[in-house]
Structure formats: C-alpha cells, structure tokens
C-alpha cells in the first residue's frame, strides 16, 4: 500500500469471522461464498492495482432476494459491505478491506426483458456491458455507453460510476441511458426506483442512485434505455504536429456546430504504444491524433467530414485516413480500444479521469505534460476529448515506492489543475479512493456535509463501500447526522 490510508479494520468482527461465514452459508450455497485466502486474492483489488486488501469474505448471490437477505444478515452484524461488478474500477472503487464483505453480481448476468416497441431492455447487473449490445444486435439496436472496459465491466459498475465511453459525446454516460433500477437497501429492502418510461414518478432518486458508488445500497436489475443503430457509421483519424494543435482542433470542432458521435485523442506516446500492440496502422510521426467519428446516411457522413476535415487542415493537419469499409474502420478503433491492456504491456500506470471545459483543452494538455516532466515521470494522454473527458496515463514503476509516489503528486497535481480551470475531480471512473481526499479541492466544507447527509439517509452506519469517496478526516457518524 502506498500513501492512500485506509481505516483499520475493526477487531470484533475479525475475531467473529467464522461465525459470520457461517451465517452467510446459511444464505448463499455451494461456491456463492468464497471464504479461502487463495481465492479471497481475487477480489482484494480492483483496476486500481496499486492497492490490496483482503477481505473477510465473498458473497456472490444469485438472485435480487439472495442479495437482500445477505445485505440483511450483514447490516444486522453491524459488518461493511463492499459491492463489486467485475473490478474494473480505475479509481479503487470495489476496494475491500479486511473488516468487508464483498457482495459481487457476476452470477446474476441475464438479459431479462427486451421491449422494443419501448427501447428498453431489462437486465440485471452482473452481464457485461457489451453483453447489452451484443443481446439486441439482431434486432438493429444497441446500448450507447461504451467504456473502454465494455468486454468486461458490468452495468453495476456503469450505474455506481456513471459510466461513459468513446460515444458520450453524442448519446450522453449512463445516467442518461438509465431508465429504472431494482434497488436493495443496506437494510435489505428491496424496491423499486425509476420504471420504464423517461420520467418517472415523485423524486428523482434515479438521479442520485447513478453515480453514487455504492454508497447507498446495491443495484441488482437495471431497466437501460436501448437505441436504433444509426444507417451508417465512419470514422476518419487525423494526425497534427503537436498537443496543442490537437487539442484546438476540438475546441473549432465543437464551436462550429458539428457534433460527432465520437472524438477520440491519443498523443504521441500513447500512439507508438498501441500502435506496437494492435497493428492499427496508425501514423507514428505526428506529435497527436484525432479519432473523429459521425454517423446517418451516406450524404450526411460525408457532408460531415467535408467540414470537419477542413477544420482539422486549418489547424495544421498534417495526416488524414478514412475509413472505406467496415474492416478499415475497425482497424482504426482497434488501437483506441485495445490502449489500456497496450500500456499495461509496457510500464505500470495510474489512469488518471478528469474533466475540463473543451476550450481549455491546449492549456491543459501543456500542463500535464509540464507536472509530470516535473516528477520525472513520463504520461501518455488517450481520452474523450469530445466532452472534455482527459484521461492523462502517468507511468511509473509499481515496485518502486518512490516511483509511486511521484506519479500520485503527478495524478494530484494534474486534478486540481482540471478543477482550476473550471471542470471536475471525474468523468466516469469515479472518486473512490483515488480522489477521496481531494473533495475538499471541489467543494465547500458545507456541500461535503450535505453529501454526507445524503449518504447517512440511506446508510446510518455507513456500512457501504467504506473509505470511498469521502474523506476520512471530519466524517459524519451516525450520531452526528
């Protein structure tokens, strides 16, 4: 472990582990309750692999009515429970602790309901992403949000962190594809939130259940918004001699009124890393690439990228490659795609996820590269640039505590210089413990506590997903809320 500190774990509920084991077998049969240490290690980190922590035990229910018993059963133990999707979390978000359970919905992964006089699909939790898109292909539709994880994160995750992806710019994160939950309390009560139509009844607790990173309770069946596939689809990537050309090309992009489904930013090092990997045939000469992608029939494809392309040319366009047909446009997201697994090739990495007014984007991109120059550390920028969503990859040696360190001042100092300018600590991987003592950079000591009230309103004994979000020092307890 490094800086980021955790709460130690509470010693009566180590000293009860057998006997809350027991409990949980009780509600769970079979291989629904991981208790080994060898397979515990499985579950002791998440994408954030800087960081490990056993934790007591693993739960994986079957069924909603599995999982609120079990929620039921800990709650009355007075024991933490840490939900889990696939562990994709960039930010630390699935995260145990010794003293925690995990509850993972990797076994409830059916589609349950396709509508498509409605465009809805109902699914529970634990099926992928992609899996979403894949189940309702046939039918000409598809589930919009598409994080770079999408071959394996679930939509658990998606709804704690308010997912985005490659194609927000046009279709919006999760919370705006998100119609209705089947939501279980700490407590284990199981309710209803949200339904099938776009606006639902009384308040708008679909608002505050998406994003909230398992702070309130646990999502186990998600009614999604789903989507006719556009006539076509093209993407075109553009090479510029430096970030900073790059970055203006957006910026014009955008404030001429053009609005693809798609721009995608990769700089120089982060091409010649995917590039090495994926055989994408992306150029390796320029300082800075665009993938720009727009959708509708043919005319409107190529009236779109007409303008675009005379935008990117006046900003110092240096290499341009469309795509003809299906195979070439798949080439060219295949580095894009692929680039985080491409990077864990070569060095060991913190993705760091902020957001910024698109305007600011020359600025801050010139930043980034001058904080982590500053650690002696080299970064490679592959982000949403569409929507402002920076994605900045500090390198660093995971073996090397000194060299960790550095790259947290880095992916410090790089966050608070998003929320300088006027954007926000995330986009879509979330606070989880990666951010967690940086909230007071975004908001008031008063807007922390509001939060915090929030949080105690679902959660009095603040039993869910511990040590997220919120920092540790100053917390309410559930006395003083």
């Known amino acids: 472990m490094s800086g980021i500190a955790m709460p130690a774990p509470d010693p009566t509920i180590l000293a009860r582990r057998d006997a ?9 049969a079979g291989e629904g309750v991981i208790t080994s240490e060898i397979e515990r290690r499985a579950f002791e980190t998440d994408a954030l692999t800087a960081y490990r922590r056993l934790p007591l035990a693993v739960v994986l229910p079957a ?45 409830m992964s059916k589609v349950l309901e396709v509508d498509l006089p409605n465009r809805t699909a109902r699914v529970q939790t634990g099926v992928t992403n992609l899996g979403v898109s894949a189940a309702i292909a046939h039918e000409g539709f598809f589930y919009a949000p598409d994080p770079s994880s999408q071959l394996a994160c679930t939509i658990a995750g998606n709804v704690a962190m308010n997912s985005g992806g490659a194609h927000c710019l046009k279709y919006g994160v999760t919370t705006n594809n998100l119609m209705g939950v089947t939501f279980v309390t700490v407590e284990g009560e199981i309710i209803e939130i949200g339904g099938d139509a776009m606006d639902a009844a009384g308040l708008d607790l679909l608002g505050l259940i998406c994003g909230s990173e ?8 998600a009614t999604l918004r789903i989507l006719p596939l556009a006539e076509g689809a093209r993407p075109i990537l553009f090479g510029f001699p430096s970030p900073e050309a790059a970055g203006a090309c957006v910026a014009a992009v955008l ?3 053009v609005v693809p489904v798609a721009i995608e930013y990769m700089d120089r ?22 993938i720009v992608e727009v959708e509708g029939s043919p005319a409107e494809i190529d009236e779109q990228l007409v303008r675009i392309a005379a935008i990117a040319k006046g900003h110092g366009m240096t290499h341009m490659r469309e795509a003809r047909t299906p195979a070439e446009a798949a080439a060219i997201w295949k580095g894009r795609k692929s680039a985080f697994g491409a990077m864990g090739r070569v060095s060991d990495y913190i993705c760091m996820d902020g957001t910024i007014p698109t305007g600011r984007l020359p600025e801050v991109l010139a ?3 001058a904080i982590c120059e500053a650690q002696g550390l080299k970064v490679a920028n592959i982000f949403h640039a569409g929507d402002g969503n920076l994605h900045p990859l500090v390198l660093y040696d995971m073996n090397d505590p000194v060299s960790l ?12 210089a998003c929320v300088e300018v006027g954007g926000c600590l995330t986009g ?26 929030v949080k105690s309103a679902f959660d009095p004994k603040w039993l869910m997903n511990p040590a997220k979000v919120f920092p540790l020092e100053n917390r309410l307890t559930e006395q003083a809320a």
């Open 428 to 453: 879509e991987h979330g606070v989880g413990i990666e951010k967690r003592e940086l909230m007071t950079a975004q908001f008031t000591r008063i807007e922390l506590e509001q939060q915090m009230r």
């Open 214 to 221: 398992g702070q309130f309770g646990m999502v186990t069946e």
């Open 367 to 369: 930043r980034i590269e």
């Open 269 to 290: 090092l982060a091409i010649d890393i995917c590039e090495d990997f994926a055989k994408a045939g992306y150029p390796r000469d320029v300082g800075a690439m665009l």
């Open 20 to 28: 809350i084991v027991a409990g949980l077998q009780a509600l769970v």
């Open 63 to 107: 069924t909603t009515e599995e999982t609120a018993a079990v929620m039921r059963y800990l709650y009355a133990q007075g024991v933490p429970m840490v939900p889990r999707g696939a562990g994709t979390s960039l930010a630390g978000g699935a995260l145990p602790q010794e003293d925690a359970v995990v509850i993972g919905v990797s076994r």
């Open 255 to 257: 404030g001429a009124g």
């Open 405 to 416: 360190a550095k790259a947290e001042k880095a992916g410090e100092d790089i966050l608070l």
